[in-house]
């Protein structure tokens, strides 16, 4: 009688290290793919925060040559020369964000 109590409990606890270890397993998996996500998701943070410092970049330049009064008159030439600049950045910024 005693030995077929012992081999209930045995089995029980058999059953439930069974799902314990199923859901361990579960568990790792979940966390991998969690993990995974993550690095992704600091990877594109990181792309934004260097397309942001890009556009603050953008910002400042074009507020220089606003301000930039020249008195020679060669306004036109310095705003292209500059825009020419940013247009290349902007290039670079979208080269990098693929």
């Keep these: ?3 077929e109590v012992l081999k209930t409990n045995l089995n029980g606890l058999e059953r439930k290290l069974v799902v314990l270890l199923n859901e361990h397993k579960n ?3 979940e966390v991998t793919g969690l993990k995974s996500e993550n690095s992704e998701l600091k990877q594109h ?3 934004r925060d260097e397309q942001l410092g890009g556009f603050k970049n953008q910002i400042k330049i074009t ?3 606003d301000n930039i009064h ?3 008159g060669s306004v036109s030439e310095l705003r292209k020369t500059v825009d ?3 247009r290349e950045i902007d290039k670079c910024i979208a080269h990098l964000s693929r």
Excluded: F
Aim: zero cysteines; glycine letters at 0%; aromatic letters at 6%.
């Design 45 to 47: 943070l990181r792309q």
């Design 27 to 29: 568990l790792k998996h």
């Design 70 to 72: 020249p008195e020679d």
């Design 63 to 65: 507020k220089i040559v």
């Design 84 to 86: 020419d600049y940013i």
């Design 1 to 3: 009688m005693e030995q």
